[in-house]
């Protein structure tokens, strides 16, 4: 998944199973370090992919650590995590900011690391997304006006009644 252009780090993890199954690795376990919730990279590649894989390799036994997900602990300390890299907000140039009073730059620059468009190190598009940006606005829009409504619907019964009471009345002018 990505660009060519970024070279994964080596050896792959395929490469790897491989050559644990020539060295005579019969049992192994996956922990995937990088990721914190399960979907497609754990469930299909890791779970399917990989697992075939060690099988062919003549590994008997292959087991994927779960990964960390919602675990209580896991989420406590990304939030002290993500509270420790918040600013201060008793120190009083952060008071002020978050006042709305007008504020030197070097006051703002105390809480913002500014980076030119090199030190970003983006990763190069090899194509175009999309059919055109517009498109993708408008794809982008939908979505979430779709996730909105499968909240709103799931969370509030009221709406759920509000859809029913339309499809009825729709059938019944059309039947």
Not at 20 to 30: A, I, Q, S, V
Not at 116 to 136: C, Y
Request: glycine share 6%; charged share 20%; no cysteine.
């Amino acid at each position: 998944i990505g660009p060519e252009a970024v070279p994964w780090t080596e050896p792959s993890t395929t490469d790897t199973i491989e050559k644990l199954g020539r060295e005579g690795t019969r049992t192994l376990l996956l922990v995937p370090v990088s990721f914190v919730f399960e979907h497609m990279g754990t469930l299909n590649e890791m779970d399917r992919e990989l697992a075939d894989v060690a099988t062919r390799a003549g590994i008997r036994d292959f087991v994927r650590v779960p990964t960390l997900g919602t675990d209580d602990e896991f989420i406590d300390t990304l939030a002290s995590v993500v509270q420790e890299a918040l600013p201060d907000l008793n120190q009083p140039s952060m008071q002020i900011i978050n006042q709305g009073e007008p504020v030197a730059l070097n006051v703002v620059n105390e809480y913002v690391t500014l980076y030119t468009k090199d030190q970003l190190q983006l990763v190069p598009q090899e194509r175009p997304w999309g059919f055109t940006e517009q498109a993708e606005v408008v794809n982008g829009r939908l979505a979430m006006a779709a996730i909105t409504l499968s909240v709103a619907l799931t969370l509030d019964p009221t709406l759920k009644a509000l859809v029913a009471m339309y499809k009825a009345s729709k059938a019944a002018v059309t039947g």
